[in-house]
């Protein structure tokens, strides 16, 4: 018997121009919006200025919280949900990468729940959180398309995540230009975001009909990306691949959720600074070598529409994209290990996941 469900409530505008050629569809969320954005990277892609533009071609009052830090941590989080209560917006308006999409999350739950950040990760919240609008910057995150927000929490020295049926953004407006300025290493970190995604949701005790459909598509839109993100020559249709990529990958992971990859990675992002795209990238190799015992047709798909002949070229790629020379010590890898064995991320991961086999997948990618 079949047996699935499939949710997927954001609406989904993507085309170059596309925040002004719907301006008036912000109407549609009341009079009142605080933007949500980082210290810059708005600005620079332009994203902002397209999104205030709108606003007062539509007599909508706005506000700027633009203090999202890298990875927001609770503290962050709170202050903009004290700046939210005090202006009493409708709606928020999430711009940027992944931090200040999940910031935005997070703070339209805050903007009409009085309750401390750390209550987020109880769910069910007594005040439905205000609607959410996504505009990403970069091309990795799908967080336009999750119900998921990302938080690090410092009190347990990590990066822990939460979702709530509420959270999904209620539309994303998907321009490849805001993409354009960003450097070469963002943008291949976030890129690998994406394909983590893509692999993670395939190789997932949760993958079904639906969520394969879009990794599928996903994967191809992100090989058809691949021959100028290695030769630098970031041409248009590469950032729009990706970015559609990115989304598709943020579906997908709406279903299946991430796997032991992300568990693994936060850490390297948590102590070691390293970005979060980059720190699955180092892992996924042999992510997809422990796959091999579970699900060897779907690795050797997923290496096919990259056009790759084996996990060893995967390697390699990876190696290229993302250079890196952290090594970790033999504490750190049983440290992180054993913390990743006991996320409910690891219990997504096909097989059973033990301590042990984090352990020998930081050994094998970093020791
Ligand atoms: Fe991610």
Request: aromatic share 8%.
């Given at each position: 018997m079949l047996d699935f469900s499939f949710f997927m409530p954001t609406e989904i505008l993507h085309g170059p121009e596309v925040v002004k050629r719907h301006a008036k569809r912000l109407k549609e969320f009341g009079r009142k919006a605080l933007l949500v954005t980082g210290r810059n990277s708005a600005r620079r892609s332009g994203a902002q200025e397209d999104v205030t533009a709108a606003l007062e071609h539509c007599g909508i009052a706005?506000?700027?919280?633009?203090?999202?830090?890298?990875?927001?941590?609770?503290?962050?989080?709170?202050?903009?949900?004290?700046?939210?209560?005090?202006?009493?917006?409708?709606?928020?308006?999430?711009?940027?990468?992944?931090s200040p999409l999940d910031a935005a999350k997070a703070i339209a739950v805050l903007a009409v729940n009085s309750f401390g950040p750390?209550?987020?990760?109880?769910?069910?919240?007594?005040?439905?959180?205000?609607?959410?609008?996504?505009?990403?910057?970069?091309?990795?995150?799908?967080?336009?398309?999750t119900q998921y927000s990302i938080l690090t929490l410092t009190n347990k020295q990590t990066k822990a995540g939460f979702g709530d049926r509420s959270l999904f953004p209620r539309l994303a407006f998907l321009d490849y230009?805001?993409?354009?300025?960003?450097?070469?290493?963002v943008t291949r970190n976030t890129a690998v975001d994406a394909l983590s995604h893509l692999i993670e949701a395939y190789l997932s005790r949760r993958a079904g009909d639906f969520s394969d459909i879009l990794v599928e598509a996903g994967l191809r839109l992100?090989?058809?990306?691949?021959?100028?993100?290695?030769?630098?020559a970031f041409s248009s249709g590469m950032r729009d691949?990706?970015?559609?990529?990115?989304?598709?990958?943020?579906?997908a992971?709406?279903?299946?959720?991430?796997?032991?990859?992300?568990?693994?990675?936060?850490?390297l992002t948590y102590f070691h600074d390293i970005p979060h795209g980059r720190a699955n990238g180092l892992l996924l190799a042999e992510y997809l070598r422990y796959n091999l015992q579970h699900a060897k047709s779907r690795v050797g798909k997923i290496l096919k529409t990259l056009n790759l002949k084996d996990i060893g070229e995967f390697k390699e790629l990876m190696r290229f994209l993302l250079p890196c020379d952290l090594r970790l010590t033999a504490e750190q890898i049983s440290?992180?290990?054993?913390?990743a064995s006991r996320t409910k991320n690891a219990s997504h991961t096909l097989g059973e996941v033990s301590s042990q086999t984090c352990i020998d997948i930081l050994q094998s990618s970093l020791g």
């Amino acid at each position: 018997m079949l047996d699935f469900s499939f949710f997927m409530p954001t609406e989904i505008l993507h085309g170059p121009e596309v925040v002004k050629r719907h301006a008036k569809r912000l109407k549609e969320f009341g009079r009142k919006a605080l933007l949500v954005t980082g210290r810059n990277s708005a600005r620079r892609s332009g994203a902002q200025e397209d999104v205030t533009a709108a606003l007062e071609h539509c007599g909508i009052a706005y506000e700027v919280f633009d203090q999202v830090e890298n990875n927001p941590t609770l503290e962050n989080i709170a202050e903009g949900g004290r700046a939210a209560r005090q202006f009493a917006p409708d709606f928020v308006i999430g711009i940027g990468g992944g931090s200040p999409l999940d910031a935005a999350k997070a703070i339209a739950v805050l903007a009409v729940n009085s309750f401390g950040p750390e209550k987020l990760y109880d769910g069910d919240y007594t005040n439905r959180p205000l609607p959410v609008v996504a505009v990403p910057t970069t091309a990795g995150t799908g967080s336009e398309v999750t119900q998921y927000s990302i938080l690090t929490l410092t009190n347990k020295q990590t990066k822990a995540g939460f979702g709530d049926r509420s959270l999904f953004p209620r539309l994303a407006f998907l321009d490849y230009r805001y993409t354009e300025s960003l450097e070469l290493e963002v943008t291949r970190n976030t890129a690998v975001d994406a394909l983590s995604h893509l692999i993670e949701a395939y190789l997932s005790r949760r993958a079904g009909d639906f969520s394969d459909i879009l990794v599928e598509a996903g994967l191809r839109l992100w090989s058809r990306a691949l021959p100028d993100l290695k030769s630098a020559a970031f041409s248009s249709g590469m950032r729009d691949s990706l970015l559609a990529a990115s989304t598709f990958g943020g579906m997908a992971i709406a279903h299946t959720g991430t796997t032991v990859v992300h568990a693994l990675g936060y850490p390297l992002t948590y102590f070691h600074d390293i970005p979060h795209g980059r720190a699955n990238g180092l892992l996924l190799a042999e992510y997809l070598r422990y796959n091999l015992q579970h699900a060897k047709s779907r690795v050797g798909k997923i290496l096919k529409t990259l056009n790759l002949k084996d996990i060893g070229e995967f390697k390699e790629l990876m190696r290229f994209l993302l250079p890196c020379d952290l090594r970790l010590t033999a504490e750190q890898i049983s440290e992180y290990g054993i913390a990743a064995s006991r996320t409910k991320n690891a219990s997504h991961t096909l097989g059973e996941v033990s301590s042990q086999t984090c352990i020998d997948i930081l050994q094998s990618s970093l020791g």
